[in-house]
């Protein structure tokens, strides 16, 4: 992100089950699951979604270039990132500063964020701005580099690496995703470096890596354009060709064609950190967006934790009571997901005791699998979270180009929720076998100089970070 | 791309000519503005002597619900009690008398909902948001839920040994530090905005402390109860009124009587260790004014210049992130509610730039109080800002329900946004430097670093700027060089 608060957002994933709210009301349904809306394509490939809402007089402006982290290249990871820095840098024909004026400046806001799969960036203002953003995201898609030089690159490199002090190095168990997406994916695999990267690749990356970048992924035929408030559609469509047709389409993309992995073995980690209480996490390989498996994964977590009637929840927090806290959930991702838990103990309770007290109780799950009332519980407040979100142009348009970007269809939010609603216990009870098996990343986060306080000590290697280590 | 269902590739007719003739460097000029419009609401007197305020808003078939309390843990705490509020509210969500947590749970996911309490300084509350067709039976939850807590003795031990948990576990977040050690050393270990909960004090708390806070609290007499969404207001002061009919008349408002802020000692840097932090997290301000200071309009304006979180150019973002590239982003706020809130400025600083960084904070906070002219760009922008952002915060249920609850927490006129905009165009240059001068107090100002002290303290106290003290992470001097 551009703009602090949410770090980890940063490896954002469209997050179905909402933890703590869960839901439904009887008498609505998948009827409510709307978003009117139109697309269509321009001659230079990209990609307009349209959304009118006259309710509040405000706008959002989004546009979804399929480019994320897992485009890096070994040695240059966090390089996906560090780009959506330079693009709040300006461009030919807007001076940098131009474009807060124009947000922050006037009542609205913009930002950027950066996952694995895809790079965001958007304006929320005033309605009557609308034109004013359109100029400024076509300005940096089309004349970028007119204004780029290697001072500009230095500046947001030397900022990104205080993003990463901030949010990885400076903060208590930190490291935890760097380690584990190590640990789970290949040394190769595009998935297997968290998306700030490495402090010494952030380093490295040169002035013809940003054009080569920008040259390929930022061309319009990569791009989803998203308008979404109080606005009128004709206009709008003739100020999107004003502004976006003449940008040439860029050259075709050769995508890598990512598998998911599954581990052989299992790996058990171990990392000393500054912190007060070690802290065990659990990461299994499992399926990306593509598979509909994510769903049921999705509803598996909802039903271990989150609620305090949530299996692993009401065992380790509250009819032990052993841990602190604990949480497990699918992250999904375009090609790739995990099934992540972590469990913080409480004292007098080790690692080791809470790693068996917590596989006892998938083990369970995986034997005899979920009620059909716990999965109607787990799943109840997926519709009120939906018609909540649907008060958010901002939301809107993030959720319309997700589907466009990842499954050619912004309509997708519709078959998203009736799949994640069509769950049965058959099918939790299936994903559970499936993935949560010992192919999996045990790592423990112990106070320095506690190795035995890990979670089976003897049997944990202990790792470093990669990247910004102490200072 | 694949190509995506029901897409539509529109000709563009556009002619090559008018493409070229596109002048990009010309700045659209906007439309015109949109007319304010304020959600309108209706405010009637329950039996209880509590207040109901509903706002009438269809469209989507949502509704939120908020019961908000006048004072928090800083009116209704005792001192050796701190986090005795929060418990409290964790409580709440432990069992009513007629059914047990799980069961009040298993209702509320049912529902697709959830029912939370907060109480937090100087307000609290229950509150929720649903499906319209769930509104009457959450409603009836959470009216059992406050009126017939069950307390059972052993979710209190267990709520307690979460918070030690999280509190050991804060003791080494450089942001949890400094959130102790800031206010401590500007308001003192006496004043309600300098403590914070300890060991001993969640030690110190029992079940009966529970049960009495809950009583003496949740008191209709200083409650408001607002509804906003996608109901009949007839209707809901009918569902209220049923929800709460056993509800009796009882408490009145606080009166929010802070002691003064300790005598300001004179500018100091008080430095807390944090061996072998990547970054010195940085903390400068003193008291502030409270949100009825008749000069709030022109603070919101001065710190928008100087340092808002909305303003990405601010002074102190654009010089000491976007110039110097010490960090990931500063910024500064007053803290404005019933009493005298901090001043703040702040944020995470590279370690080897933190003597460098410091000079900035100080160049900044002097510029805006007279050394560096206003512009009339910073003053029209921060006005078009303040005024602007508004139509936005009307734009969800719980937008409108917090506006409303805001306006009568802080006791601000019912038309304070119709009159928004005449009182911040009111607001001057001379006026910007007036209150930057008046309430950041650059001769007093409490400068808190928590970083690694071996390399930073010898930079810092080469810029000559301040005394060094060194405190731990409850602001007790430990020793100074």
Do not use: C
């Not at chain 1, 546009?63 to 820095?85: C, D, I, M, Q």
């Not at chain 2, 800002?385 to 601000?412: D, E, H, K, R, Y």
């Not at chain 2, 970083?451 to 405190?471: C, M, Q, S």
């Amino acid at each position: 992100m551009r703009q602090s608060h949410l770090f980890a957002s940063l490896s954002l994933v469209t997050a179905l089950v909402a933890q703590h709210s869960a839901g439904t009301s009887a008498q609505a349904g998948a009827g409510a699951i709307k978003i009117p809306y139109e697309n269509y394509v321009l001659p230079n490939g990209l990609t307009v979604l349209l959304s009118v809402d006259h309710t509040t007089p405000t706008i959002a402006v989004n546009v979804w270039y399929h480019v994320g982290s897992k485009n890096e290249l070994p040695g240059r990871t966090g390089f996906a990132h560090l780009f959506e820095h330079v693009m709040f840098t300006g461009s030919g024909h807007v001076p940098y500063g131009v474009h807060d004026k124009f947000t922050g400046g006037i009542g609205g806001s913009n930002n950027g964020t950066t996952s694995n799969d895809r790079t965001t960036y958007y304006e929320t203002t005033p309605s009557n701005y609308l034109e004013t953003e359109i100029w400024l995201e076509s300005d940096r898609m089309g004349f970028l580099l007119d204004t780029l030089d290697i001072a500009k690159i230095n500046a947001q490199r030397d900022i990104v690496k205080n993003e990463r002090r901030q949010g990885v190095d400076n903060q208590p168990y930190g490291l935890a995703n760097e380690i584990l997406a190590k640990a789970t994916y290949p040394a190769t695999h595009p998935y297997s470096w968290d998306v700030i990267g490495s402090m010494a690749d952030l380093s490295a990356a040169s002035e013809e890596d940003v054009k080569n970048f920008f040259r390929l992924y930022y061309a319009p035929n990569n791009a989803f354009l998203s308008i979404v408030g109080d606005f009128d559609p004709v206009q709008a469509k003739a100020w999107v060709t004003k502004y976006f047709g003449d940008i040439p389409r860029g050259k075709p993309i050769v995508r890598p064609s990512v598998q998911p992995v599954t581990l052989d073995k299992g790996q058990r980690l171990v990392y000393e950190d500054r912190v007060t209480v070690p802290r065990l996490y659990v990461q299994w390989p499992t399926v990306g967006e593509k598979s509909d498996d994510r769903f049921a994964l999705d509803v598996l977590g909802a039903i271990l934790t989150g609620s305090r009637t949530a299996r692993l929840t009401k065992a380790l927090v509250y009819d032990q009571p052993a841990a602190a806290s604990v949480s497990a959930r699918q992250s999904t991702n375009e090609d790739v997901g995990e099934f992540a838990m972590m469990i913080t103990p409480r004292p007098r309770h080790t690692l080791t005791d809470l790693e068996a007290a917590a596989d006892a109780v998938i083990e369970k799950i995986k034997t005899d699998g979920p009620t059909a009332e716990e999965i109607q519980r787990a799943t109840a407040g997926q519709e009120l979270a939906f018609v909540s979100g649907l008060q958010s142009n901002l939301g809107k348009a993030q959720r319309l180009a997700d589907g466009a970007g990842f499954h050619g269809n912004p309509g997708y939010f519709q078959i998203e929720y009736q799949k994640l609603m069509a769950v049965t216990p058959a099918d939790v009870k299936r994903v559970a076998n499936k993935y949560l098996t010992s192919g999996r990343v045990v790592l423990s986060i112990v106070p320095l100089g506690q190795l035995d306080q890990a979670s089976k000590p003897a049997e944990s290697k202990k790792v470093g970070g990669s990247g910004g280590g102490a200072r | 791309m694949k190509g995506l269902t029901a897409a539509v590739v529109v000709a563009l007719l556009v002619p090559v000519a008018a493409q070229q003739s596109l002048d990009r460097s010309k700045v659209p000029v906007p439309g015109k503005p949109a007319v304010l419009v304020v959600p309108a609401w209706t405010t009637t007197t329950l039996a209880s002597g509590a207040e109901l305020i509903v706002s009438e808003r269809h469209g989507l078939p949502l509704v939120s619900f908020q019961m908000t309390f006048q004072g928090g843990a800083n009116q209704y705490e005792p001192v050796d009690r701190r986090g005795l509020a929060d418990l409290v509210r964790s409580m709440m969500s432990e069992g009513t008398k007629t059914r047990d947590a799980d069961a009040l749970s298993m209702a509320l996911q049912t529902l697709g909902t959830n029912v939370g309490f907060t109480v937090g300084g100087e307000s609290g509350g229950a509150g929720f948001q649903s499906t319209v067709g769930n509104f009457e039976k959450t409603l009836a939850i959470l009216a059992e839920m406050l009126q017939t807590p069950a307390f059972p003795p052993a979710a209190l031990e267990r709520l307690r040994a979460q918070r030690l948990v999280a509190l050991t576990q804060s003791k080494v977040d450089p942001a949890s530090i400094a959130g102790r050690v800031f206010p401590r050393i500007l308001y003192g270990a006496s004043h309600p905005f300098g403590q914070y909960p300890t060991e001993a004090s969640y030690n110190a708390v029992t079940r009966d402390d529970i049960v009495a806070f809950h009583q003496a609290y949740f008191q209709p007499g200083r409650a408001l109860i607002s509804v906003v969404g996608d109901v009949n207001a007839a209707a809901v002061k009918a569902s209220v009124d049923r929800a709460f009919a056993a509800w009796p008349k009882a408490g009145s408002k606080p009166a929010f009587s802070y002691p003064a802020p300790p005598e300001r000692r004179a500018t100091t840097i008080y430095l807390v260790d944090k061996p072998g932090a990547a970054q010195s997290t940085f903390s400068l301000g003193n008291p502030g004014p409270p949100r009825s200071t008749a000069d709030y309009y022109a603070l919101q304006v001065m710190n928008f210049i100087l340092g808002a979180g909305q303003n990405f150019q601010s002074r102190l973002n654009a010089n000491i992130r976007e110039e110097k590239g010490y960090s990931y982003g500063v910024s500064s706020s007053f803290q404005f509610g019933k009493g005298p809130g901090p001043f703040r400025a702040g944020g995470n600083i590279v370690s080897a730039k933190s003597d460098v960084a410091l000079i900035e904070f100080m160049k900044e906070l002097r510029g805006i109080a007279g050394g560096r002219p206003i512009t009339d760009e910073e003053l029209a922008s921060a006005k078009d800002s303040l005024v602007q952002v508004v139509p936005g915060q009307f734009a969800s249920v719980a937008g409108v329900n917090g506006v409303i609850t805001t306006i009568w927490t802080q006791g601000l006129p019912a038309d304070y946004y119709q009159q928004l905009g005449k009182n911040v165009a009111a607001v001057t240059k001379a006026d910007v430097i007036r209150v930057a001068k008046q309430y950041i107090d650059l001769d007093h100002l409490a400068i808190v670093i928590v970083g690694d002290r071996a390399t930073i303290e010898a930079p810092l106290k080469a810029t000559g700027i301040a005394p060094i003290v060194a405190v731990d992470i409850d602001g007790n001097i430990i020793g100074s060089k």
